[in-house]
Nanobody, 114 residues
Framework: VQLQASGGGLVQAGGSLRLSCVAS????????ITWHRQSPEKQREWVAT???????NYRDSVKGRFTISRDISKSTVYLQMNSLKPEDTAVYSC?????????WGQGTQVTVSS
């Protein structure tokens, strides 16, 4: 399974970005897809999850600002990020979990300027 993350970039505080994570297989029947992020100052941290049944969960610091969604027909999961803050600056990566294991994509850099 391969994952391709994209959509990162440089944005001013208060701006928006939409990240995409495209899987090389169908995302039906999986346990879920999660977004994580890592900055030089912090360990990698979980950001959001969408389960195989479509249930979503978010870390507290992004609730109300980030939305995770999916397009099953495109084997793609999105992370819509609004009201971005400088502390959201990080490399964002996606992970697919299913009964065969966990699969990571490469990261995409998000930089939020103040």
């Amino acid at each position: 399974v391969q994952l391709q993350a994209s959509g990162g970039g440089l944005v001013q505080a208060g701006g928006s970005l939409r990240l995409s994570c495209v899987a090389s297989r169908s995302i039906l029947g999986i346990y879920g897809i999660t977004w994580h992020r890592q900055s030089p100052e912090k360990q990698r941290e979980w950001v959001a999850t969408i389960s195989g049944s479509g249930v979503t969960n978010y870390r507290d610091s992004v609730k109300g600002r980030f939305t995770i969604s999916r397009d099953i027909s495109k084997s793609t999961v999105y992370l819509q990020m609004n009201s971005l803050k400088p502390e959201d600056t990080a490399v964002y990566s996606c992970k697919l979990e299913d009964y065969t294991g966990n699969y990571w994509g490469q990261g995409t850099q998000v930089t939020v300027s103040s």
